[in-house]
């Protein structure tokens, strides 16, 4: 089992950055690859960013150049810094592990993120 806190989530205008951490427990964290989705209202969730247990990242198209995936492994923990918000970047953004060994899920609670105009 692998327990994730989000933080981070906020109201920012537009233009603006906001840092998300993630903070997993329970497994051996360096091990499990990591990401960051979001979902908006009405959609369906999306891929932002991932990086795997050997530190290669991963982008969706709307976040290229604009947010950076990172991890700490001392600190068990994977940050998603997001810089130029877009109001389009508002949603309930949400951490990820997934153990390539046996190909298990887990998911945070989320932390809601709004950009203003």
């Known amino acids: 089992q692998v327990q994730l806190v989000e933080s981070g989530g906020g109201l920012v205008q537009a233009g603006g950055s906001l840092r998300l951490s993630c903070a997993a427990s329970g497994s051996i964290f360096k091990l499990n690859d990591m990401g960051w989705y979001r979902q908006a209202p009405g959609k369906q969730r999306e891929l932002v960013a991932t990086?795997?247990?050997?530190?290669?990242?991963n982008y969706a198209g709307s976040a290229k150049g604009r947010f950076t995936i990172s991890r700490d492994n001392a600190k068990n923990t994977v940050y998603l810094q997001m810089n130029s918000l877009k109001p389009e970047d508002t949603a309930v953004y949400y951490c990820n592990a997934k153990q390539p060994w046996n190909l298990s899920s887990y998911w945070g609670q989320g932390t809601q993120v709004t950009v203003s105009s």
């Open positions: 990086i795997t247990s050997g530190f290669a990242t």
